[in-house]
């Protein structure tokens, strides 16, 4: 079965530093992987997504992630946050083949502090 | 011009009553699905619809029943509602089942008192 870890459900940074944060994964199979971003009070938007292609991804907003097998992660960054960036992160995983259901982390709500 | 669109967005009912939730698509998609998102964020699939077939259904309670009238429709029938039903719905669609993009409206925060 496949899922993910998000550690810490909360991160606090400055505006203009680095966003980090760690998302990992188990698969029994090579999976596929995502980040999702919810502003309040609205759905989910994709971020970027690794499908065994590049190994880093660049999506929207500056946003990129980098797949790392040997360590099971797929952790986003950002080089310097924006107020803008404030919102909960999802990781997400699912197998790269058949018909299986994205499984979410629990979520990393982002603060951008002034 | 929304792309995948909820109604009602808040929904507030007593325990034990019946309740709907509508979504609706215009992307052209053959497959929906539906998410339950519990106080803690948490966010898990309920279901999932091909071409108005079931092809997922994770353990949800029958109390739920899914029905998809055409392809760009998913609606969500609540039967006996209880407290722990208190939730955002999100519904979402993409091209093809577990396409690697899905596309979320905007949530139905459901409250049972």
Not at chain 1, 8 to 34: D, I, K, Q, T
Not at chain 1, 77 to 82: F, N, Y
Not at chain 2, 11 to 16: E, P, R, S, W
Not at chain 2, 97 to 110: C, I
Request: hydrophobic letters at 35%.
């Amino acid at each position: 079965a496949q899922s993910v870890t998000q550690l810490g459900s909360h991160v606090s940074v400055s505006e203009g530093a680095l966003v980090l944060l760690r998302c990992n994964y188990s698969s029994s199979v090579p999976p596929y992987l995502f980040w999702y971003v919810q502003y309040p009070n609205q759905g989910l938007q994709l971020l970027l997504k690794y499908t065994s292609a590049a190994t880093l991804v660049k999506g929207i907003n500056g946003f990129e992630a980098e797949f790392k097998k040997s360590e099971t992660s797929f952790h986003l960054t950002k080089p310097s946050a924006h107020m803008s960036d404030a919102a909960e992160y999802f990781c997400a995983v699912r197998k790269s083949s058949g018909n299986t259901p994205l499984v979410f982390g629990k979520g990393t709500r982002l603060s951008v502090i002034a | 011009d929304t792309a995948v669109s909820q109604t009602p967005k808040y929904l507030v009912t007593q325990m034990g009553n019946d309740k709907s939730i509508k979504c609706e698509q215009n992307l052209g998609h053959d497959t929906m699905y539906w998410y339950k998102q519990d106080s803690k964020k948490f966010l898990k699939i309920m279901f999932s619809y091909n071409n108005k077939e079931l092809i997922i259904n994770e353990t949800v309670p029958n109390r739920f029943s899914p029905k998809s009238p055409d392809k760009a429709h998913l609606n969500l029938h609540i039967n006996s509602l209880e407290l722990g039903d208190s939730a955002v719905y999100f519904c979402a669609s993409s091209q093809v089942p577990n396409s690697d993009t899905q596309y979320f409206g905007p949530g139905t925060r459901l409250t049972v008192l």
